[in-house]
């Protein structure tokens, strides 16, 4: 092994990296599969003024329910797992105890104003049908507390499989179900309503049933209550992360909109989405990274070894495919949609090379300082995406249209991604820059090369699409090979997947 540090000791939490990972992973997959399908499924049998209403009503309820949790379930997967490293078993269920009581009680609350409001809310936007499907939403609020409770819990003692089961293929699967069935009956609004619904309560219950099975002897132990300050202080600036996420997540839309005709929001929202699954790699992995970050993060030295195991093997699984995308973008976007899409060719390009440079050093929602206990700094970087995102897209939508909304994204996530690597180091002398990492990032070199040539010789869009991928990663691996690429920790990765790779790996 190439090694520019001192020589780790096994990491078991890099063995529980790879296997609580490559399970979300699986899971992101099915759910994204599931989510594309029930859309399809939504679209063909309502109309899409119906559609739309339900879009904005669910909209609605999202937005609420941040305010409605406070948080408050991110404290979960912070505290829980240091507790349970240091042996305090009873003040682990106090947080899940504490967490789960609160949000109870405040989702409750905020779920009765909406529902009192829903007529208000209904004549803001000019749909006189949003009060009816507010007030039969209202009752995921709630619900939705839990749902999350569920999630971090799952995060929390790093049993991500019982999370896949409950997000990944139950909920969606019964939505799926109870909407075609319902929408094949005529039932319209209603049946979308009811799909939604459903599918919730079902999720939670088969959760909830899970999580009592696999910790029962930590839900079994005496509770002990531990000071609501902390949980407080650590989950309210993630609450007004989590609200200025959902507006940055729309603002894009609203300043084309504005600007804009909205065929070009469409087109926009195609790129950007072909852009964005970059952040699947890192989707899967940050679940289990912040709590492994958060039971030792006083161990600096073995943070550190954490994160640059996660962000070297994020950014060896994401180059590739950012590379892939960013080459082929004009002939992916007309095989995968039609040919007037290829017009977000660029805004795919800028996205790809923003997601990749963002989720290698943190990822968007700051999981490497949070993990460390840096909430209202992850707040202010928050405030920081939100704010760039919008100025520069403001500044540049009216001068080069939708490729000027991708050039404000791509700042922000760059912006973001380098106050997170300055802000780390700063705080705890922590970085990733060495020569394994290096190896990883310049093993892209070669396969662009050798990918560019497809792109400019072949004409047909379907063998660029077929072809592509092959070339780049073939070389891409040829290359990790040869410049002895591979670490101790890689060997440890794979070894979980399958043993004899493991051995056949070139570790020196």
């Known amino acids: ?35 594309f399908a029930i859309v399809m499924l939504m679209t063909r049998y309502v109309t899409p003024s119906v559609y739309g209403l339900f879009v904005l009503a669910t909209s609605v309820i999202l937005f609420m329910q941040v305010f409605a949790n406070l948080g408050l379930p991110l404290a979960i997967d912070y505290f829980v797992p240091q507790y349970l490293d240091e042996g305090e078993r009873g003040k682990a269920k106090g947080v899940i105890v504490q967490v789960t009581a609160t949000v109870l009680v405040t989702s409750a609350l905020v779920a009765f104003a909406l529902a009192a409001g829903s007529g208000y809310i209904g004549d803001v936007f000019q749909e006189p049908s949003m009060r009816i499907a507010l007030l039969l939403l209202s009752v995921t609020i709630p619900m939705l507390a ?25 909920r969606p699967i019964v939505r799926f179900g109870i909407t075609a069935a319902l929408l094949l009956a005529g039932f319209g609004l209603l049946g979308l309503i009811a799909g939604y619904v459903i599918g919730l309560f079902v999720a939670i219950t088969v959760g909830a049933a899970l999580f009592t099975y696999k910790a029962w002897d930590l839900l079994t132990v005496d509770t002990e209550l531990v000071p609501s300050r902390p949980l407080l202080t650590y989950s309210l600036p993630l609450a007004m992360t989590s609200v200025v996420f959902v507006l940055m997540g729309h603002v894009d839309y609203f300043v084309l909109g504005f600007f804009l005709d909205s065929d070009d929001v469409g087109i926009y929202r195609v790129g950007y989405m072909l852009g964005s699954g970059l952040m699947i790699i890192f ?3 940050s679940p289990v990274f912040k709590p492994l970050i958060a ?33 082929g973008a004009s002939s992916y976007l007309a095989v995968l949609y039609t040919p007037q899409y290829a017009e977000a060719s660029l805004v795919v390009v800028l996205l790809c090379g923003a997601f990749l440079f963002n989720v290698t050093v943190g990822g968007p929602d700051g999981s490497l300082l949070q993990g460390m206990g840096y909430s209202r700094i992850v707040f202010a970087n928050t405030l920081v995406l939100f704010g760039a995102n919008f100025l520069v897209s403001m500044a540049l939508v009216p ?19 380098g106050l997170t690597i300055a802000e780390i180091y700063y705080l705890d002398g922590i970085h ?18 050798a990918g560019v040539p497809i792109v400019v010789l072949l004409e047909s869009d379907l063998l660029i699409v077929a072809l592509l991928p092959v070339v780049v990663v073939s070389v891409y691996l040829a290359t990790l090979i040869v410049t002895d690429a591979f670490t101790d920790e890689d060997a440890q990765m794979i070894g979980e997947f399958s043993p004899t790779i493991e051995k056949w790996l070139p570790v020196s």
């Open 295 to 327: 039971e030792t993060r006083e161990d600096t030295a073995l943070v550190e070894q954490r994160f640059r195991v996660a962000a070297r093997w994020i950014a060896g699984i994401t180059l590739p495919i950012a590379i892939i995308l960013s080459l």
């Open 432 to 449: 990733l820059f060495t020569r394994d990492f290096a190896k990883i990032i310049g093993a892209g070199v070669p396969a662009t090369i």
């Open 146 to 170: 839990i749902y999350n409770v569920l999630l971090t819990s799952y995060y929390s003692i790093k049993k991500l499989q019982y999370r896949v089961i409950m997000r990944d293929l139950v």
């Open 399 to 417: 001068i080069f249209g939708i490729e000027g909304a991708a050039i404000g994204s791509a700042t922000a996530l760059f912006l973001v991604g």
């Open 283 to 285: 989707n899967s992995l």
């Open 1 to 35: 092994m190439t090694n520019t540090d001192t020589e780790p000791t096994r990491d078991e939490g890099v063995s529980t990296l790879a296997k609580q990972g490559s399970i979300t992973f699986i899971g992101n997959v099915v759910n994204g599969a599931f989510g």
